[in-house]
């Protein structure tokens, strides 16, 4: 399984990288791809036939209880990120800019809206492709008040239920007070989703599922903390794709079988030393949202300068430590608001001052995203307090998640020419 043959990375638009780009290519994305395909066609079946019924929810809202309502699920954030793969959003956003969606805001939101004006999605490419119209909208404002906007949006398309849960923010402690607020919105959900599905609320399914959800993310932790073996088998540019089974499949035993041939494969590669690069010189740490356009770019230009991005914030978003089938709504309501995008700076310092050490981190990229202030940890002082206490130095790329207008690859590889540098003369 662990192929030690350098390969060039197809990345994740598929298509080749444009010179030989030394990245271990991942044996296990050929069942990734088939078990998200099969969700995919799930989606869509239902979609056709009108079951089970359809809910669209924001990715770290409360999926859960969704899925133990009997509703398939469906992430328009994920809809966002294959638009910026696919580099398609830039295109989009001016749609939803022109009916009054300011070009400043969520671009994930703007290009989603352009792709629902515009009746464009890379969806519409896979089998038996239809369009997974909702029955319910359920947010969670933990990580913005974005998504509640985004849905509002399909709210007054589709005229169904807007349902959500308001997380207070940047949290320090997380307290009882801040779990039982958010655990009762949570159970107050129970009856309006039944009351869509017509079906009684099934508790022990729903404790099964969180059951289901804990082991899943436990393995998806896993695959990341494989990032702090020298060389590290996998980088967070492969982490971005890889992550797609733990955000959109969360309570399916499929996705808990993807991650332990995918662990299987690191443990092999990291009992064989076989790295992602054929050689790691730089290990770094990445902050923030990915520019989804870029990634193969970025890929191999950190890669032609022997720089591995062993962890990252982002793909971190996705591990719950405190789901528990015992307790399953004050858990759910626990893991989705102890999240790092809910927190203080002073807590989000300590947390990264332990990834620093954990993963032997050399420096840090934060990618200051214009259209994501809320993924931007850059904005208030956090690098330079984080610099004092580490030492450990860091650059700042300006750029956006979806909206290449907002990046210069110029000067970002300029940036990052002269951070290794730096690196290297340290
Ligand atoms: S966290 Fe950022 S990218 Fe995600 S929905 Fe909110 S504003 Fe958009």
């Known amino acids: 399984m662990c192929a ?7 990345g994740a638009s598929g298509k080749p990288a444009g010179h030989e780009t030394p990245v271990r290519k991942i044996e296990s994305s050929k069942l990734m791809r088939r078990i998200m395909g099969e969700y995919f066609s799930e989606l869509f079946e239902a979609a056709r ?28 954030e994920n809809h ?12 989009l956003i001016p749609h939803a800019n022109a009916i009054g969606y300011s070009p400043e805001i969520c671009s994930y939101l703007t290009s989603d809206i352009g792709s629902h004006l515009k009746g464009e999605s890379p969806m519409a490419k896979m089998p038996d492709y239809e369009f997974p119209k909702p029955d319910v909208l359920v947010y969670n404002t933990n990580q913005c008040r974005e998504v509640q906007d985004w849905l509002a949006y399909y709210q007054r398309e589709f005229d169904v239920p807007l ?17 039982e607020a958010v655990a009762k919105q949570m159970e107050e959900l129970v009856a309006p989703l039944t009351g869509i599905t017509g079906e009684k609320f099934d508790y022990d399914r729903f404790a099964e599922v969180v059951g289901l959800s804990k082991t899943l993310t436990d393995r998806w932790k896993a695959v990341l903390q494989c990032g702090a073996a020298r060389p590290s088998p996998l980088n967070f540019f492969d982490g971005t794709i890889h992550m797609g089974p733990a955000v959109v499949m969360r309570g399916d035993p499929r996705a808990i079988e993807y991650y332990d041939a995918l662990l299987n494969e690191l443990n092999e590669c990291i009992a064989q030393h076989v790295g992602s690069l054929p050689e790691e010189r730089f290990r770094l740490y990445w902050d923030g949202m990915p520019i989804w356009g870029k990634l193969r770019d970025h890929s191999t230009l950190l890669a032609s300068l022997k720089a591995c991005v062993v962890a990252s914030t982002y793909c971190n978003s996705w591990i719950f430590d405190a789901f528990d089938a015992e307790d399953p709504f004050r858990s759910l309501a626990r893991a989705y608001t102890e999240l790092f995008i809910v927190r203080s700076d002073a807590w989000k310092e300590g947390y990264m001052q332990r990834m620093i050490d954990l993963f032997g981190i050399d420096g840090l990229i934060y990618h200051d995203a214009k259209t994501c202030p809320s993924n931007s940890n850059n904005r ?12 450990v130095p ?3 790329i300006p750029g956006d998640l979806n909206d290449l207008r907002c990046f210069s690859e110029e000067q970002a590889r300029t940036n990052i020419e002269a951070f290794i540098e730096q690196l290297a003369e340290a």
């Open 4 to 10: 030690t043959t350098p390969q060039a990375q197809a």
């Open 80 to 91: 966002g990120a294959m638009l910026g793969v696919t580099r398609t959003a830039t295109g």
């Open 163 to 179: 349902l959500g849960i308001n997380t207070p923010q940047g949290l320090g402690e997380v307290t009882d007070v801040h779990i």
């Open 394 to 396: 860091y650059i700042v």
């Open 49 to 76: 036939t009108g079951s089970p019924k359809l809910a669209w929810c924001t990715s770290v809202g409360p999926a859960e209880i969704l899925v133990a309502c009997g509703f398939r699920v469906y992430f328009p």
């Open 380 to 391: 208030y002082g956090l690098p330079d307090r984080l610099e004092r206490r580490t030492g």
